[in-house]
């Protein structure tokens, strides 16, 4: 009797452990996943929803019966009244514009001439990355040893006499060369990472039917590293919509140097809190970035199903 | 992007690694061109940091007489002096306080969900997937206003935070960073989860190991290199981060290095070698990390965007 009830004791209870644990590590799943995922919606898309819920309303942040419904209010504001709005969409494009133009094609040629075998190719890599490192604050206070008004470099050495940082009409331009040269190195970076995937096959076959190395490049390279010039295309739009450290460290975002970012931020922290106002101009950055980001997300999306 | 699919089955920092020469050689005067131009390009852009240095030792007044093209007027002083009035032993310390918390709890947090996107397949896999890349992609100033003010509201004991409030506390910073810095790291890591062999939790099943052992004790070791990769990077850019900390930390006291560099502005920028020496120390945690954790950095950095 005893030999034959204990296997089958046996047999059931470890059913039922696989089943206990069955049920525990459906909640240690559950809990692994919904616990970060709980904290990206507190504080990224919940946040994100009420920006565009306050951009309809007028509120001074104090208490929450002080939010008044203005319907489209704000935006019709933003458009026609207030003054630095214009001049930020114009700075953040010419911002996305150079930064495109300069360090993103010049991070590319940089990376293409270093994919060669050449003598001390880690040095200069080296060499390029390194700002990336820095942050861009720390960016701004390196260059101010080249823009200071009396004690800079390039003042010093051309008898100039410019304040590259503060002059309205030139700060801009300033900032844009101190950032692009933290942006190239990170451009060349990912480009690099590219190219090493390109088959190098591909290249021999090119030099085999005579092709120069230029129309390789443009007819053989550039068309198989497709997704990657689209993942640097979305990287520097994102980039120069999220600009910031640098003109809110040199004057707040004022003065020739208004960045949409900085102006989100003085409607909060600044004299002024107006939050509904704020808000508006966040969901104008936001509705620009969404369409970036679906386009980075389809890219990627379409490498994880093939 | 295209690395993946000629080469898909390859662990991501194999490829990430410092690159050599894949692209062909090149004929000989025209490698001599190249390598002139690269190596007066690679000086030009090691100037800014260099002058720095250079200017780090050299005296004011020296300077403001001979002016700064000369050479000389060697001292310590700047660094001495950046270091008390720019109060840098508070604000590394602020800084040491926010960023070892948040890349810990970044990784914890990113390489369970990465963990399950791998190890299981659900419906809303790639939803969720999207669900936290695309909040890695928003631009935080987008989300300032309510954060700011949820943050404010929310009290907090003042063991906690001497303010009593989320605001002013590291806690908010540990919490915002880490929120944002999840999308990256999920990313690549669930890629290179991907990559290990689907056999060793089958064998793991089989031995009766829990999901949170199959989590903890396989998988976590198996992706060390990915982990030590992403913390580097981590590291280097929270260490960075300027944005929230200079807006949800009002008070001096509390802001981290990066941010404190705003208020340290004023009173530095009538003195251009100050300035060096206050950069050259703010530099130099990340330069460590930079020379020391070089193959980690690169290879973090190139995981996420061409998806290893």
Known sequence: MATVTAPRRSRRTVRRVEKRQGTRDRLVVAAMVGIPTLLVIWLVWLPALASVALSFTKWNGFKLSGIEWVGTQNYTDIVTIYPPFWPAIQNNVIWLVFLFVFPTIFGILLAVILDREMRGSRFYQTAFYLPVVLSMALVGFIWQLFYSTDQGLINAVFGTNIDWYGDPDINLWSVLVATAWRHTGYIMLIYLAGLKGVDASLREAAAVDGASEVKTFFHVILPVMRPINMIVLVIVVIESLRAFDLVWIINKGRNGLELISALVTQNVIGEATRYGFGSALAVIMMIISTVFIAIYLRIVFREERG | ?308
Not at chain 2, 129 to 154: D, H, S, T, Y
Not at chain 2, 177 to 190: D, I, K, P, W, Y
Not at chain 2, 226 to 241: D, P
Not at chain 2, 266 to 276: C, E, M, P, R, Y
Request: aromatic share 14%.
């Open chain 2, 1 to 308: 992007m295209s690395a993946t699919t000629t080469t898909p089955s390859t662990p991501a920092t194999a490829k990430a690694s410092v690159h050599t020469g894949a692209g062909g050689v090149m004929s000989k005067r025209r490698g001599t061109v190249a390598t002139a131009v690269m190596l007066f390009l690679a000086l030009l852009w090691l100037f800014p940091l260099l002058w720095s240095l250079y200017n780090s030792f050299r005296d004011y007044s020296y300077t403001q007489t001979n002016g700064y093209l000369s050479f000389g007027g060697w001292t310590l002083d700047n660094y001495q002096n950046a270091w008390s009035r720019g109060n840098f032993g508070l604000h590394l310390k602020n800084s040491l306080l926010i960023t070892v918390p948040a890349v810990a709890l970044t990784l914890f947090l990113s390489s369970m969900v990465a963990f399950v996107l791998a190890r299981f397949s659900y419906r809303f896999n790639l939803t969720l997937l999207g669900v936290f890349l695309a909040a890695n992609l928003l631009p935080p100033q987008a989300l300032l206003i309510p954060v700011f003010k949820m943050f404010r509201e929310i009290p907090l004991p003042t063991f906690m935070s001497e303010s009593g409030t989320m605001l002013n506390s590291f806690w908010a910073l540990i919490l915002v960073n880490t929120a944002f810095q999840m999308g990256f790291c999920t990313f690549v890591l669930s890629n290179y989860m991907k990559t290990l062999p689907y056999e060793i939790y089958e064998s793991a099943q089989m031995d009766g190991a829990s999901v949170w052992r199959q989590y903890w004790q396989l998988t976590m070791p198996l992706v060390r290199p990915a982990l030590a990769a992403l913390a580097t990077l981590q590291v280097t850019w929270i260490y960075n981060e300027f944005f929230w900390a200079t807006v949800l930390i009002s008070r001096g006291d509390k802001l981290p290095i990066t941010s404190a560099l705003n208020n340290l502005r004023g009173q530095f920028f009538q003195d251009t070698n100050l300035v060096a020496a206050g950069s050259i120390i703010v530099a130099l945690p990340v330069l460590i990390v930079f020379f020391v954790l070089q193959k980690q950095f690169v290879s973090g950095l190139t995981m996420g965007s061409t998806k290893g």
